[in-house]
């Protein structure tokens, strides 16, 4: 069984930042990718960031210059620090990551449960 658990959410005034963590446990052989996705309310769930192991780095445009994701291999977590917020980065921000728990078998994606980022005006 595999977990991602995030953290680091909460309110913040424009201008200001927010780490986020993910941390994965459980049986795990090999984590290929792990990003970030975001769901306004009243929208559909879109791209954040996502890394992938020893390949690019991928941000949507509206993110780029401001946030920046990164990977702790060691520990199976990934991070998104986020600065110079903007009211419209309000979301439940999700972990996803693509993840091997046997050599013998492909990735599975999995995701956390979210964390609610509010930034205020």
């Known amino acids: 069984q595999v977990q991602l658990v995030e953290s680091g959410g909460g309110l913040v005034q424009a201008g200001g930042s927010l780490r986020l963590s993910c941390a994965a446990s459980?049986?795990?052989?090999?984590?290929?990718?792990m990003g970030w996705y975001r769901q306004a309310s009243g929208k559909q769930r879109e791209m954040v960031a996502v890394l992938s192991s020893g390949g690019p780095t991928n941000y949507a445009d509206s993110v780029k210059g401001r946030f920046t994701i990164s990977r702790d291999n060691d520990k199976n977590t990934a991070f998104l620090q986020m600065n110079s917020l903007k009211p419209e980065d309000t979301a439940v921000y999700y972990c996803n990551a693509g993840i091997r728990t046997r050599i013998s078998t492909p990735a599975n994606n999995y995701w956390g449960q979210g964390t609610q980022v509010t930034v205020s005006s």
């Open positions: 459980g049986s795990i052989y090999s984590i290929n990718v």
